[in-house]
């Protein structure tokens, strides 16, 4: 089994910075895709950054490019979301959410589809706002 804990949410001012973290525990190594969503009271949950842990491959929604970078730091088995130039339509509840199949994040018509992820962490807020 595993699971997955996510760290780093807070409230920043629009412009600012986070890093969120999940740190995967129990059969890490089964683990191929991981995703990052977030959701808000208004929105149905969104996939943000997608990274393929086996050959390697990194994705992202339109609306975070050039602002987001999701990384993987192998020994600790922990998944990074670097988040710069933060927007208040950042803000909502992020969870990370992973699989042992290869096929979601390497799909591009599956890749956001948060069924098929069946392990989630408990989120963590952010809160982005001046």
């Known amino acids: 089994q595993v699971q997955l804990i996510e760290s780093g949410g807070d409230s920043v001012q629009p412009g600012g910075s986070l890093r969120l973290a999940c740190r995967l525990s129990g059969s890490a190594d089964s683990i191929n895709c991981l995703n990052w969503f977030r959701q808000t009271p208004e929105k149905e949950r969104e996939g943000v950054a997608s990274?393929?842990?086996?050959?390697?491959?990194?994705w992202y929604t339109d609306s975070v490019k050039g602002r987001f970078t999701i990384s993987r730091d192998k020994l600790e088995d922990t998944v990074y979301l670097q988040m710069d130039n933060l927007k208040p339509e950042d803000t909502g509840v992020y969870y990370c959410?992973?699989?042992?199949?290869?096929?979601?994040?390497?799909?591009?018509?599956?890749?956001?589809?948060?069924?098929?992820?069946?392990?989630w962490g408990q989120g963590t807020k952010v809160t982005v706002s001046s």
């Open positions: 990274i393929y842990l086996g050959l390697y491959g990194e």
């Open positions: 959410a992973a699989t042992p199949s290869r096929l979601p994040c390497t799909q591009p018509g599956q890749r956001w589809d948060f069924r098929l992820y069946n392990h």
